[in-house]
């Protein structure tokens, strides 16, 4: 079974600037989780599909965070304009559907670093 | 609501040391529970998981046993390697609560040859 497939693996901007990250999940994974990993801390959950509606955004910075999943399968998370605050790993983890309690998958993460 | 409380880091222990690392949750209902690991410089990673009480996880030579009783899922392994040096992650899955990870904060392991 292939993994979640993350990219680009690093990225390196200026503050101001916009990025985009895009993930790709394990086939057939209904639910597609974005997460912010500053450095030294734990997996902050950013936002949470379901197919390819928002189940929780509650905690993405709306005013420079927007995140889309079209036809329920690829998700790209965008950040315009990038903060210093901003650097972090982004993961992408999906999960199937059902209550098997499988738990996630992870994707190998893009490591932003805004300068 | 649910929380995942794990024990503080960094540990730091001597190639071929007994290992436990603690956590304890808060859940309703019957959440299944994990443990991921992460390498330095890389993602997460499942280490293993239980679905149900008294279940036991076990790989590469960890184990952790849910407890519900004392609402626990330590943990452990009998003799680790400088490879297992990285920082471990106790985390609780409710199907109930929109299918969300609960992490507790992590413990940094640096195991010394």
């Known amino acids: 079974e292939a993994g979640v497939a993350q990219s680009p693996r690093y990225k390196i901007i200026e503050k101001r600037q916009s990025v985009a990250f895009w993930c790709n999940p394990i086939?057939?994974?209904?639910?597609l989780y974005w997460y912010q990993q500053i450095l030294g801390q734990g997996p902050k959950l950013l936002i949470q599909f379901q197919n390819n509606g928002v189940v929780d955004d509650s905690q993405l910075p709306k005013d420079r965070f927007s995140a889309e999943r079209l036809k329920g399968v690829d998700s790209t998370l965008k950040i315009q304009p990038a903060k210093l605050e901003d650097s972090a790993v982004y993961l992408c983890a999906s999960s199937p559907p059902g209550d098997a309690n499988y738990g996630y998958t992870f994707g190998s993460g893009t490591r932003l670093t805004v300068v | 609501g649910d929380s995942v409380t794990q024990m503080e880091g960094p540990v730091t222990l001597s190639e071929e040391a007994f290992l436990t690392i603690n956590c304890t949750y808060t859940a309703t209902g019957y959440p299944s529970l994990f443990w991921y690991v992460q390498y330095p410089g890389e993602g997460l990673q499942l280490l293993l998981k239980a679905t149900k009480a008294d279940d036991k996880g076990s790989n590469k030579g960890f184990e952790a046993t849910y407890r519900k009783e004392t609402t626990s899922f330590h943990l452990e392994k009998g003799s680790v390697q400088v490879s297992d040096s990285a920082v471990y992650f106790c985390?609780?899955?409710?199907?109930?609560?929109?299918?969300?990870?609960?992490w507790g904060l992590g413990t940094s392991l640096a195991v010394n040859p």
């Open positions: 086939s057939g994974h209904a639910t």
């Open positions: 985390a609780l899955f409710n199907a109930g609560n929109n299918r969300k990870l609960i």
